[in-house]
């Protein structure tokens, strides 16, 4: 079992950056898919990124490609995701969740494990 804590959210203006970042505890982090989906008032909660298990490969959202880096540090057992550019629709509470999965997956059911959440705002 994976259990996964997100930080790094916050107020932040259009245009700035933030980083979030998720840890997880339990030795197996490393045989783990992890993504990132975020989830606005009212909506679905949608993909955002996914890093595979060693880091080699990540897959992003059209919204957030080329303005978000996903990245992970096996031995923290951390993934983070880089957040630039940021522009108000990117409001959201943004989850980080596990997948045992041998590829690269971004549908909301193919993730086993998640975390609580971090708010980020951006402000126009």
């Known amino acids: 079992q994976v259990q996964l804590v997100e930080s790094g959210g916050g107020l932040v203006q259009a245009g700035g950056s933030l980083r979030l970042s998720c840890a997880a505890s339990?030795?197996?982090?490393?045989?783990?898919?992890i993504g990132w989906f975020r989830q606005a008032p009212g909506k679905e909660r949608d993909f955002v990124a996914a890093?595979?298990?060693?880091?080699?490969?990540?897959l992003y959202a059209d919204s957030v490609k080329g303005r978000f880096t996903i990245s992970r540090d096996n031995a923290r057992n951390t993934v983070y995701l880089q957040m630039n550019s940021l522009k108000p629709e990117d409001t959201a509470n943004y989850y980080c969740?596990?997948?045992?999965?041998?590829?690269?997956?971004?549908?909301?059911?193919?993730?086993?494990?998640w975390g609580q959440g971090t708010q980020v705002t951006v402000s126009s």
């Open positions: 339990g030795r197996t982090f490393s045989s783990y898919v």
């Open positions: 890093i595979s298990r060693i880091g080699g490969g990540a």
């Open positions: 969740a596990a997948a045992n999965a041998d590829d690269l997956v971004k549908r909301r059911d193919e993730y086993d494990y």
